[in-house]
T-cell receptor, first 110, second 110 residues
Framework: NAGVTQTPKFQVLKTGQSMTLQCAQDMNHNSMYWYRQDPGMGLRLIYYSASEGTTDKGEVPNGYNVSRLNKREFSLRLESAAPSQTSVYFC?????????FGDGTRLSIL | QKEVEQDPGPLSVPEGAIVSLNCTYSNSAFQYFMWYRQYSRKGPELLMYTYSSGNKEDGRFTAQVDKSSKYISLFIRDSQPSDSATYLCAFVGGGGKLIFGQGTELSVKP
């Protein structure tokens, strides 16, 4: 019973490099979300997709793009990574509430 | 003023203690109130979910909501070392998006 699967689990990038974080869910949920978690800041919504074919900005979308590839998969792309994007990234999915989370991607930008 | 304020901790208690975790919020439109638990290097998982003022009990956990004061609490009775985690309050905002508190790190010492 996988739930929400995120890849990779860890990544180190250099400033200016690009990277795509992958997320897949096997619960047939319509909605998917990308958050970042920083110390003392809780989880902040980057982008979300209410249904297949739609995406919307969250609280902190600058520097990111997303693709809802199909109902199962929702990817997050950093086109030109910056040190301020060092964080732990979580993907979640839901139908209504609650949201179900993956175990995160720990990303460091040097 | 932040939309959600959570006692930052960290909190360290002896095994068997009663723990109180608290959040205040400013948006009176919030109707659904949640507590998520997050173990180290894992994603958040839903612990308690309520939508009305008053208390909701689940085993050793009690969620309390006071809508008039815009205040929610999570009480843990007979705390165990396995309760050591970060606890996040969360509120359902517009479009089903979650607004999270900053998180309180709890350590229960044997």
């Amino acid at each position: 019973n996988a739930g929400v699967t995120q890849t990779p689990k860890f990544q180190v990038l250099k400033t200016g490099q690009s990277m795509t974080l992958q997320c897949a869910q096997d619960m047939n949920h319509n909605s998917m979300y990308w958050y970042r978690q920083d110390p003392g800041m809780g989880l902040r919504l980057i982008y979300y997709s209410a249904s297949e074919g739609t995406t919307d900005k969250g609280e902190v979308p600058n520097g990111y793009n997303v693709s809802r590839l199909n109902k199962r998969e929702f990817s997050l792309r950093l086109e030109s990574a910056a040190p301020s994007q060092t964080s732990v990234y979580f993907c979640a999915s839901s139908d209504q509430q609650p949201q179900h989370f993956g175990d995160g991607t720990r990303l460091s930008i040097l | 003023q932040k939309e959600v304020e959570q006692d930052p901790g960290p909190l360290s208690v002896p095994e068997g203690a009663i723990v109180s975790l608290n959040c205040t919020y400013s948006n009176s439109a919030f109707q659904y109130f949640m507590w998520y638990r997050q173990y180290s290097r894992k994603g958040p998982e839903l612990l308690m979910y309520t939508y009305s003022s008053g208390n909701k009990e689940d085993g050793r956990f009690t969620a309390q909501v006071d809508k008039s004061s815009k205040y929610i609490s999570l009480f843990i009775r007979d705390s165990q070392p396995s309760d050591s985690a970060t606890y996040l309050c969360a509120f359902v905002g517009g479009g089903g998006k979650l607004i999270f508190g900053q998180g309180t790190e709890l350590s229960v010492k044997p």
